[in-house]
């Protein structure tokens, strides 16, 4: 490991001088954090994770993306280095992960984000600026897959999937070990595939019927409004001006027996396991866990799901596939799994390192490895 590269630089007390100087030898590696910054439309989440995945120190800022990018770096970094003088003396900055839309996991930039007023921005770049340390970025959904894989309930598996159920449906897939990236940085948009023909529901996307516009807070809420207009059945949604209508009162409907209510999340389990099934075939998952705030419903989400991800698969394949909550606690997600991100990002360099070990076999052509 090439120290001297790792240690932190910048502004902050004790910039400059990592604890291998100060101790003449390398620091303890439970004393390393990673910087974890979750970057939303409004606020941005950040704070200093170890490799247990504890969160030491967290604050938050305001996003702000109609001031150019370089200010909200300017900002972030500002606020980010007044958190860890509280931590540097006893800890050194490893590495940052970063969770923000639209990122291109192979060249850590976003591209043409839906929710930022930014066009294009190089985050390894914005990030370079301030800090010397290997960076690692991902979608937020790419990067709750890491933070499961990691720190939650994907702990000791090789191949799940995650659905991040919140405004709109994220997923993030894990096969053999690995975050799938696809072939352009950006697989895993699960909430694009339509839940049967194209037909239905606008999505933002520009298509008709996609899973997101059915199963995610904002599908549960559409559906229930349709029932209400299809149905006579009395319900006490119907006392529940439009604008009020979210997926928690709906959860707390549902939760006092409203038969509206059941049936908004009989029907989106049912939407959302069928289209589960046909994932499992692909990858041959050992689980899907459901993250974000409508998979907080538990039961009355899950049951009708997995009845119909069990009811769409093949008879030979039934009963394999488990369907789990997130193992993340809650309120450190994000920043956890953008500290994920950076832990797995500095294990793949420890392992792309050549080792020492290894003696040339003159039988063998000699190969370059390349550095990442
Ligand atoms: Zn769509």
Request: proline share 6%.
């Given at each position: 490991?090439?120290?001297?590269?790792?240690?932190?630089?910048?502004?902050?007390?004790?910039a400059?001088v990592s604890?291998?100087?100060a101790?003449?030898?390398?620091v303890?590696?439970s004393a390393q954090?990673?910087?974890?910054?979750?970057?939303?439309?409004?606020?941005?989440a950040?704070?200093y994770?170890?490799?247990?995945?504890?969160c030491?120190?967290r604050?938050?800022?305001?996003?702000d993306?109609?001031?150019p990018?370089?200010?909200?770096?300017?900002r972030?970094?500002e606020?980010?280095?007044?958190?860890?003088?509280?931590?540097?003396?006893?800890h050194e900055?490893a590495g940052?992960g970063?969770a923000a839309?639209?990122?291109?996991?192979?060249?850590?930039a976003?591209?043409?984000?839906?929710?930022l007023k930014?066009?294009?921005?190089?985050?390894?770049a914005e990030?370079?600026r301030?800090?010397?340390?290997?960076?690692a970025?991902a979608?937020?959904?790419?990067a709750?897959a890491v933070?499961?894989l990691?720190?939650?309930?994907g702990?000791?598996?090789r191949d799940?999937?995650?659905?991040?159920?919140?405004t709109g449906?994220?997923?993030g897939?894990?096969a053999?070990?690995?975050?799938?990236?696809?072939?352009?940085?950006?697989?895993?948009e699960?909430g694009?595939?339509?839940?049967?023909?194209r037909?239905?529901?606008?999505?933002?996307?520009?298509l008709?019927?996609?899973?997101e516009?059915?199963?995610?807070?904002?599908?549960?809420?559409?559906?229930?409004?349709?029932?209400?207009?299809?149905?006579?059945?009395p319900?006490?949604?119907?006392?529940?001006?439009?604008d009020?209508?979210?997926s928690?009162?709906?959860?707390?409907q549902a939760?006092?027996?409203?038969?509206?209510?059941?049936?908004?999340f009989?029907?989106?389990?049912?939407i959302?396991?069928?289209k589960?099934a046909d994932?499992?075939l692909?990858?041959?998952p050992?689980a899907?866990?459901l993250?974000?705030g409508?998979?907080?419903?538990?039961?009355?989400?899950?049951?009708?799901?997995?009845?119909?991800?069990e009811?769409?698969l093949p008879?030979?394949?039934r009963?394999?596939?488990?369907?789990?909550?997130?193992?993340?606690p809650?309120?450190?997600?994000?920043i956890?799994?953008a500290?994920a991100m950076?832990?797995d990002?500095?294990?793949?360099r420890e392992?792309?390192?050549?080792s020492?070990?290894?003696?040339s076999?003159?039988?063998?052509?000699v190969?370059?490895v390349?550095?990442?």
């Amino acid at each position: 490991m090439n120290w001297p590269e790792w240690r932190s630089s910048g502004p902050w007390p004790g910039a400059g001088v990592s604890m291998m100087e100060a101790w003449g030898g390398p620091v303890d590696p439970s004393a390393q954090l990673v910087l974890g910054i979750d970057l939303g439309g409004t606020k941005t989440a950040f704070g200093y994770v170890d490799r247990a995945g504890l969160c030491h120190a967290r604050a938050a800022i305001p996003t702000d993306s109609a001031l150019p990018a370089a200010q909200f770096f300017g900002r972030l970094h500002e606020q980010a280095a007044a958190l860890w003088s509280n931590l540097a003396g006893e800890h050194e900055l490893a590495g940052i992960g970063m969770a923000a839309p639209d990122v291109n996991g192979l060249t850590c930039a976003i591209e043409h984000p839906t929710n930022l007023k930014w066009e294009t921005v190089d985050l390894r770049a914005e990030l370079g600026r301030y800090y010397q340390v290997p960076i690692a970025a991902a979608n937020d959904a790419n990067a709750v897959a890491v933070g499961e894989l990691r720190f939650g309930a994907g702990r000791g598996m090789r191949d799940f999937i995650v659905i991040t159920l919140g405004t709109g449906l994220g997923s993030g897939i894990v096969a053999n070990g690995e975050l799938v990236l696809g072939a352009d940085g950006k697989a895993g948009e699960l909430g694009h595939l339509p839940v049967a023909e194209r037909s239905g529901r606008e999505c933002g996307c520009g298509l008709l019927g996609c899973l997101e516009t059915y199963a995610s807070a904002t599908g549960i809420t559409r559906t229930a409004t349709e029932l209400l207009a299809q149905r006579r059945a009395p319900s006490a949604l119907r006392a529940i001006p439009f604008d009020r209508l979210t997926s928690l009162v709906l959860f707390e409907q549902a939760r006092a027996g409203d038969p509206l209510a059941l049936e908004a999340f009989e029907i989106t389990g049912r939407i959302l396991g069928a289209k589960l099934a046909d994932l499992a075939l692909v990858t041959r998952p050992e689980a899907f866990i459901l993250f974000g705030g409508l998979a907080g419903a538990g039961e009355l989400l899950f049951n009708p799901t997995r009845r119909a991800l069990e009811e769409n698969l093949p008879p030979f394949y039934r009963g394999r596939t488990q369907l789990l909550a997130s193992g993340i606690p809650g309120a450190d997600a994000a920043i956890l799994g953008a500290g994920a991100m950076a832990w797995d990002h500095l294990g793949k360099r420890e392992n792309a390192r050549p080792s020492t070990e290894v003696k040339s076999r003159p039988d063998l052509p000699v190969l370059n490895v390349l550095q990442p």
